[in-house]
């Protein structure tokens, strides 16, 4: 089931950091890659995503990076603030469904 | 405009009971999905809806599981009997077509079987 593998499980930023996420996909069918957003008690939110034929797309302080090749891809949070405070999942999903898989999840804190 | 609605959000039963969620989709949104969120892990889908057709099924444990989406708008999803397993948020998201991309998720229903 999984397909899409993301670390680190648990990340603690001091506030004004660089908050970096990575994950790994393994089906190079993919072609879409969204990164949700999800705080205690809510379902996850859309937060930003790419598709494969770009390297990098920001949206403010949130940038998603990447790597085609190595089937890789990663959400950096600049000037982290403690509102970014949750939990983040990367996810993937093919171009003829939404059929979205997950990874695990990374469990941002933002210290003051 | 509305968010996607979900009903009950918390529910505890005890083993082999049986229990309904159920959900309402963003007006408009034609494809409705049912993930399945463990605690510390991400949503796994169970079930997709396109109108009030099935897409994909097959990671619904069809021998407890059971969900329908009557006249392509509200879903329920069913589980009898559940087991200790089960215990999950239930996640009801939709999207405006079934590659929209854009998935809009629910608050969850949480259950806990005991």
């Known amino acids: 089931q999984q397909q899409v593998k993301q670390s680190p499980q648990s990340l603690i930023v001091q506030k004004g950091g660089i908050s970096i996420i990575n994950c790994a996909y393994e089906?190079?069918?993919?072609?879409?890659f969204p990164w949700y957003q999800q705080f205690p008690g809510k379902g996850p939110a859309l937060l930003i995503a790419?598709?494969?034929?770009?390297s990098e797309k920001k949206e403010g302080r949130f940038t998603i990076s990447f790597n085609k090749s190595a089937k890789q891809f990663s959400l950096h949070i600049m000037d982290s603030q403690p509102g970014d405070s949750a939990t983040y999942f990367c996810?993937?999903?093919?171009?003829?469904?939404?059929?979205?898989?997950f990874g695990a999840g990374t469990r941002l804190t933002v210290k003051p | 405009e509305a968010g996607v609605a979900q009903s009950p959000r918390y529910k505890i039963i005890e083993k082999r009971q049986s229990v309904a969620f159920w959900c309402n989709p963003i007006s408009g949104h034609a494809t409705l999905y049912w993930y399945q969120q463990i605690l510390g892990q991400g949503p796994k889908l169970l079930i997709q809806f396109q109108n009030n057709g099935v897409v994909d099924d097959s990671q619904l444990p069809k021998d407890r599981f059971s969900a329908e989406r009557l006249k392509g708008v509200d879903s329920t999803l069913k589980i009898q009997p559940a087991k200790l397993e089960d215990s999950a948020v239930y996640l009801c998201?939709?999207?405006?077509?079934?590659?929209?991309?854009?998935?809009?998720f629910g608050e969850g229903s949480w259950l806990t079987v005991v």
């Open positions: 089906n190079t069918a993919f072609d879409y």
């Open positions: 790419i598709r494969p034929d770009v």
């Open positions: 998201a939709s999207s405006l077509v079934q590659t929209g991309y854009t998935i809009y």
């Open positions: 996810a993937a999903s093919y171009l003829n469904n939404n059929d979205m898989r």
